[in-house]
T-cell receptor, first 113, second 113 residues
Framework: DTEVTQTPKHLVMGMTNKKSLKCEQH?????MYWYKQKAKKPPELMFV???????INESVPSRFSPECPNSSLLNLHLHALQPEDSALYLC????????????FGPGTRLTVL | AQSVTQLGSHVSVSEGALVLLRCNYS??????LFWYVQYPNQGLQLLLK??????LVKGINGFEAEFKKSETSFHLTKPSAHMSDAAEYFC???????????FGTGTRLQVFP
């Protein structure tokens, strides 16, 4: 299995909702990432789990909360989001720090009303 | 610090014409370099990568890139454009043994019949 899968593909939520995005890989990769991508922009790194250690982009608001239940799964918990958080959320995985080649999932298109 | 510059946010070519997408990088250490392609509403797909060794790198879909240290460049080329090549292309750089990719701002390739 050489894929990174993400669910759901689309998500519409209100500003008071709590939802979660899910990401899964079965390539034995030891690093997983969450990115946010706005239209016509490159992906912006939000969080990295590398060898079970979390690294955070300090500019990411606390209404986004990552969770890594095991080395194959990565969740992004969403709470009290704002309309400006509407974007494509991409998950990626990497074998580790040797080449940093990252494999991306298809993304979740999030709309916050 | 590392950075990536992609010259030209939009490139238009005719079907069958040469594709040239430009990427220049800045890095204090020998970099790892990547080209990714993104089709509308999809994730990023790795086209090719340079880590060490041969400086001319061949990738998928007939694309290739040449690492030129003296010019700090990693331009992407394809001899003959196809309509299906229309997409957004991102150049990225990383340092060996780090978690992070630094993306360029992207180049949108349009292919006209």
């Amino acid at each position: 299995d050489t894929e990174v899968t993400q669910t759901p593909k689309h998500l519409v939520m209100g500003m008071t909702n709590k939802k979660s995005l899910k990401c899964e890989q079965h390539m034995g990769h030891r690093a997983m990432y969450w990115y946010k991508q706005k239209a016509k922009k490159p992906p912006e790194l939000m969080f990295v789990y590398s060898y079970e250690k979390l690294s955070i982009n300090e500019s990411v608001p606390s209404r986004f909360s990552p969770e890594c239940p095991n080395s194959s799964l990565l969740n992004l918990h969403l709470h009290a989001l704002q309309p400006e958080d509407s974007a494509l959320y991409l998950c990626a995985s990497s074998p580790g720090q040797v080449t940093n080649e990252q494999f991306f999932g298809p993304g979740t298109r999030l709309t916050v009303l | 610090a590392q950075s990536v510059t992609q010259l030209g946010s939009h490139v238009s070519v005719s079907e069958g014409a040469l594709v040239l997408l430009r990427c220049n990088y800045s890095s204090s250490v020998p970099p790892y370099l990547f080209w990714y392609v993104q089709y509308p509403n999809q994730g990023l797909q790795l086209l090719l990568k340079y880590t060490t060794g041969a400086t001319l790198v061949k990738g998928i879909n007939g694309f290739e890139a040449e690492f030129k240290k003296s010019e700090t460049s990693f331009h992407l080329t394809k001899p003959s454009a196809h309509m299906s090549d229309a997409a957004e292309y991102f150049c990225a750089v990383s340092r060996p043994n780090t978690d992070k990719l630094i993306f360029g701002t992207g180049t949108r390739l349009q292919v006209f019949p």
